[in-house]
């Protein structure tokens, strides 16, 4: 499907290839966002701003990457730059801010209970944990991938993961609803 995008952009057609990435990836931009927002409505925000920085430099794209890797790359600095500003703005610490994460991982929308539980542990996770389970395990990204999307070490991606794993084991076990906690 990439191959189609980078062939309309060729043939001048930009309105086509862009309908056909926004198509393709809006989900999964709202997913990365959200892995490092852990806010719906601050996901879908992030990923409307990336899609108009993309919409702006498609002509440019000369395929040095893959266009996956770029677009997520636009997204994640976007989302990456929101999550800045809005911790200078607030911090978790004050009472206020994480009752309001509370209630919107509360609020996301999952098929089932299952689905909502997982969503709910993960969404508890620590930032950089949860951005690299979401990308590795919901994306289907490789831990090279991941690395490069998130511009970190390999190393210290199989770590996070490996932590990841082990909090959400523990929260499983001991049907803990808050995994909240350090890196």
């Known amino acids: 499907m990439d191959d189609q995008v980078i062939?309309?952009?060729?043939?001048?057609?930009q309105d086509e290839a862009f309908?056909?990435?926004?198509t393709l990836y809006r989900r999964k931009a709202i997913g990365l966002g959200y892995s490092l927002l852990g806010d719906r409505q601050a996901a879908e925000d992030a990923a409307q701003e990336a899609f108009m920085k993309i919409w702006r430099a498609l002509p440019g794209f000369d395929g040095?990457?893959?266009?996956?890797?770029w677009i997520y790359t636009i997204v994640r600095n976007t989302a990456l730059s929101m999550l800045r500003s809005r911790r200078a703005?607030?911090?978790?610490?004050?009472?206020?801010?994480?009752?309001?994460a509370e209630a919107a991982n509360a609020?996301?929308?999952?098929?089932?209970?299952d689905q909502r539980n997982v969503a709910r542990l993960v969404a508890a996770l620590p930032d950089r944990q949860r951005?690299?389970?979401?990308?590795?395990?919901?994306?289907d990204k490789s831990v090279d991938e991941v690395a490069s999307l998130l511009g970190m070490?390999?190393?210290?991606?199989?770590t996070l993961l490996h932590r990841a794993r082990a909090r959400l084991a523990q929260a499983i076990d001991h049907h803990e609803p808050a995994l909240a906690g350090g890196a």
């Open 131 to 139: 951005a690299v389970v979401t990308l590795y395990y919901l994306e």
């Open 107 to 113: 609020h996301y929308d999952a098929d089932d209970s």
């Open 64 to 69: 040095r990457a893959s266009l996956s890797t």
């Open 19 to 22: 309908a056909q990435l926004l």
């Open 153 to 158: 070490p390999e190393g210290t991606v199989k």
């Open 7 to 13: 062939e309309l952009m060729r043939s001048g057609r």
């Open 89 to 100: 703005e607030s911090s978790l610490s004050d009472p206020a801010v994480f009752e309001a």
